[in-house]
């Protein structure tokens, strides 16, 4: 393996992480990012606090549980009023920062709604530590440019978009012919040029990927030059299309998890100053996979913050855990997670990723 500390990794240094099942490199990969990540994003792990605002979705991609063909899902959305409510709490909490996630729709209720409720975010969270208010990121999908830039000026300032695959084939294997993997892309450009900080990422361990097919995703959001990322393994839910493809379990859940955190352990080597997101999927698969993420080189958790009566209805894959706790226990059980691997919480702070930050000045 390359010395991943000075040197830009190349295409084979990548597949050779991603395919190795020998302890000892892995151990060594996985010290190298964790070292990496130390040094150059120090020992703070940054919360988000996660609303899932709304499960509607004029979208109909194969593998994802609140697709619009998805007769058997009860869809909900909040009233601007809870979403409030909700983002104060978090702000209580001394979550520094929201992500308000929700299916996809771009009709002008919609788009307006998104708007306002940042507006009033902003303006309700504002204290003495956040004299902004609460930082706000949005994951609802793909908009026009217009949209965009109406959310930024409501005082949005990150974005996520995940590509799903930078495989094309496999793109279009996975969603319906309306959804263009070159529009998803600009999007992310357009994004980047409004002035978000963006965040991508894919989805690990499908049909059919390839560990070449990973190593592109990682050099695809390197050539974005992408400030955040948020990949994690696929689950299969059982009530979509995905779930009867014939290849659908060529990988077990615990390989896609053992593939997840070389993916994360290879970004952090790759991109060393971007925020990395230890998702809710790796939880999925093992009980201690947020912190095994954390330990293989993510920074940022996201803590549950969607009203308890509503959390079931937003399943994107099945299994997903925290359904039950009350914001307050999944406040307890990450800080005891992110303590038992020796980092801090980042309490009253936006923890930007400091790609973007450092670009910003001129030194990434
Ligand atoms: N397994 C894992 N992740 C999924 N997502 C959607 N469906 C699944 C699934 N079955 C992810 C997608 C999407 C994000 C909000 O959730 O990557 O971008």
Partial sequence: MADQGVTTLARRDLIAMLSTNDPAELDVM???????????CGDTVHLRGLIEFSNICDNDCYYCGIR???RTCDRYSLAGEAVIKTAVLGG????GSIVLQSGERTDERFVSFVEDTVKRIKDATRSEELPCGVGVTLCVGEQSEETYRRFFAAGAHRYLLRIETTNRTLFERMHPPEQKFERRVEALRTLKRIGFQVGTGVMI????????DCADDLLFFQSLDIDMIGMGPYIVHGGTPMAAWPDVNER?????????????????LLLKNVNIASTTA??????AGREEGLRWGANVIMPQL?????RAAYLLYDGKPCLEESSQECQKCLEARIKSVGRKIGYDQWG???RFTERKRGCS
């Avoid at 209580?92 to 979550?95: D, E, L, P």
């Avoid at 361990?205 to 070449?212: A, D, V």
């Avoid at 969607?306 to 509503?310: A, F, I, K, N």
């Fill in 30 to 40: 996985r010290r190298r990012a964790e070292a990496v990540l130390l040094a150059r």
């Fill in 282 to 287: 790796l939880q999925a698969i093992d009980p």
């Fill in 92 to 95: 209580t909490m001394r979550y």
């Fill in 252 to 268: 077990s859940p615990r390989e896609r998890f053992e593939l997840s955190l070389r993916m994360i352990a290879a970004a952090r």
């Fill in 306 to 310: 969607t009203p308890r009566d509503v």
């Fill in 352 to 354: 930007d990723s400091r």
């Fill in 68 to 70: 619009k063909g998805n």
């Fill in 205 to 212: 361990g499908l049909p059919g990927q390839t560990i070449e």
